[in-house]
């Protein structure tokens, strides 16, 4: 398999993976209690969503890095996760500051000028 495609894998797993796991931890309940968070936990489909998402991301990147180097396996990744984070910020919705969408204006060129 190509870098490219092990790198949007990669930055596709953690993105939906960040997501399910946004989900999962805005549907707890808001009660402090052990009991009923730990079975509210155990039945919400977006925590085992996460589970997998960040399993299959880790065979991947570990697949990733066989072929490619750290840096330019984890720039290229952090781009598309940025990119995703935006999205779903947007779906939940977040809204993000203006500085923030400037920071991520300025963040995404300037980690695909580090890659090379």
């Known amino acids: 398999m ?3 495609a092990l790198v949007t894998l990669v930055g596709v797993c953690i993105g939906f993976g960040q ?3 946004a989900l999962f931890v805005r549907g707890l ?5 052990l009991v009923p968070l730990v079975v509210a936990t155990l039945r919400s ?4 969503g996460t589970v997998a998402l960040y ?3 880790v065979v991947f990147y570990g697949l990733l890095l066989r072929q490619a180097t750290l840096i330019s396996a984890n720039i290229s990744i952090i781009v598309i996760v ?5 999205v779903f910020s947007l779906m939940l919705g977040e809204k993000p500051s203006m500085a923030q969408w400037i920071g991520v204006g300025l963040a995404i060129p300037s ?3 580090l890659r090379g």
Not at 45 to 48: A, I, M, N, Q, S
């Open 111 to 113: 980690i695909v000028l």
């Open 55 to 57: 399993g299959s991301g």
């Open 2 to 4: 190509s870098n490219l």
């Open 45 to 48: 489909p977006w925590l085992y």
């Open 19 to 21: 997501f399910c796991f």
């Open 82 to 86: 940025a990119a995703l984070s935006c």
């Open 29 to 33: 309940p808001p009660t402090p209690e």
